[in-house]
T-cell receptor, first 116, second 114 residues
Framework: DTAVSQTPKYLVTQMGNDKSIKCEQNLGHDTMYWYKQDSKKFLKIMFSYNNKELIINETVPNRFSPKSPDKAHLNLHINSLELGDSAVYFC???????????????FGPGTRLTVL | AQSVTQLGSHVSVSEGALVLLRCNYSSSVPPYLFWYVQYPNQGLQLLLKYTTGATLVKGINGFEAEFKKSETSFHLTKPSAHMSDAAEYFCAVTKSGGSYIPTFGRGTSLIVHP
């Protein structure tokens, strides 16, 4: 019974292509995120959505476009892929219970994107 | 802005030895602090967190961490390492600097030798 799932797990593509990564959570959380983890394991937030509304966009190129059709799904579309986009992309979700900032992040298994 | 520093990108211990992973934060207000673990080819999962109350926090798998305001630290410890503890460990901070989105440290890879 997977809490946060992502598809695909691996994505290999050529420069210039457009690709999408899908994320779904069955935890009933209000907030979802996309993170990028580079080859040195550095984890950086890209976007955050709360109840389908974008609340955080951390200086990500506009080639990256998140879409949230409902609060259980947050997809990531990437246009014109570049070599530097190669990374592992993690989806996560959380729910504030005890106050802002106290919520635990629940991560998906990641999507390893390789741009050739 | 909030920030987290994890000293040592790699820590190597023998099985049964003490594990100590260091985390220091910078903040003008008391932050909320987290430790997450990432096993190979998996997403991160929460080990423990400090928000308020007791400064010594116990987590899963025998790990614990102590919030020390005077030292701006939140070091992670485990008395006796197991082979299964080999993973990447991330310290994270929220609330500091007015941001409620976590800022992660660069991670520490724990290597456990038989």
């Amino acid at each position: 019974d997977t809490a946060v799932s992502q598809t695909p797990k691996y994505l290999v593509t050529q420069m210039g292509n457009d690709k999408s990564i899908k994320c779904e959570q069955n935890l009933g959380h209000d907030t979802m995120y996309w993170y990028k983890q580079d080859s040195k394991k550095f984890l950086k937030i890209m976007f955050s959505y709360n109840n389908k509304e974008l609340i955080i966009n951390e200086t990500v190129p506009n080639r990256f476009s998140p879409k949230s059709p409902d609060k259980a799904h947050l997809n990531l579309h990437i246009n014109s892929l570049e070599l530097g986009d190669s990374a592992v992309y993690f989806c996560a979700s959380s729910q504030v219970v005890s106050g802002p900032g106290t919520d635990t992040q629940y991560f998906g298994p990641g999507t390893r994107l390789t741009v050739l | 802005a909030q920030s987290v520093t994890q000293l040592g990108s790699h820590v190597s211990v023998s099985e049964g030895a003490l594990v100590l992973l260091r985390c220091n934060y910078s903040s003008s207000v008391p932050p909320y602090l987290f430790w997450y673990v990432q096993y190979p080819n998996q997403g991160l999962q929460l080990l423990l967190k400090y928000t308020t109350g007791a400064t010594l926090v116990k987590g899963i798998n025998g790990f614990e961490a102590e919030f020390k305001k005077s030292e701006t630290s939140f070091h992670l410890t485990k008395p006796s390492a197991h082979m299964s503890d080999a993973a990447e460990y991330f310290c994270a901070v929220t609330k500091s600097g007015g941001s409620y989105i976590p800022t992660f440290g660069r991670g520490t890879s724990l290597i456990v030798h038989p």
